[in-house]
């Protein structure tokens, strides 16, 4: 079992910034792919981002290029993602999930299978 706790949302104004943490625990001998989705008020949940087991291959969801940053740091177990020039439409709870990986630059970006979710934190970005 891996254990994901995100951390770093909170209120900000239109064009701001805010940077994002997913730190896992537990299992964490295995290489995971990790993604971060996004569930707005009313609406399903999304893709946002997402990286292979060593960093070297990333995705993003075509709102959020240019403006969103995924990374993650192995030695610490934490996956980041950096939100620039945030917009009312990025409101939402933001979620990061794991799957465990071939080493590959293949990296899934469909919820479904992803095996492991934090809890999500609240992102909030007024005009």
């Known amino acids: 079992q891996v254990q994901l706790v995100e951390s770093g949302g909170g209120s900000v104004q239109s064009g701001g910034s805010l940077r994002l943490s997913c730190a896992a625990s537990?299992?964490?001998?295995?290489?995971?792919?990790v993604g971060w989705f996004r569930q707005a008020p009313g609406k399903e949940r999304v893709f946002v981002a997402a990286?292979?087991?060593?960093?070297?291959?990333?995705y993003y969801a075509d709102s959020v290029k240019g403006r969103f940053t995924i990374s993650r740091d192995n030695a610490t177990m934490t996956v980041y993602l950096q939100m620039n020039s945030l917009k009312p439409d990025d409101t939402a709870v933001y979620y990061c999930?794991?799957?465990?990986?071939?080493?590959?630059?293949?990296?899934?970006?469909?919820?479904?299978?992803?095996?492991?979710w934090g809890q999500g934190t609240q992102v909030t970005v007024s005009s």
């Open positions: 999930a794991a799957y465990e990986s071939e080493r590959t630059v293949v990296v899934v970006t469909t919820g479904p299978f992803y095996d492991y």
């Open positions: 990286i292979n087991w060593n960093g070297i291959s990333t």
């Open positions: 537990g299992r964490t001998n295995s290489d995971y792919a």
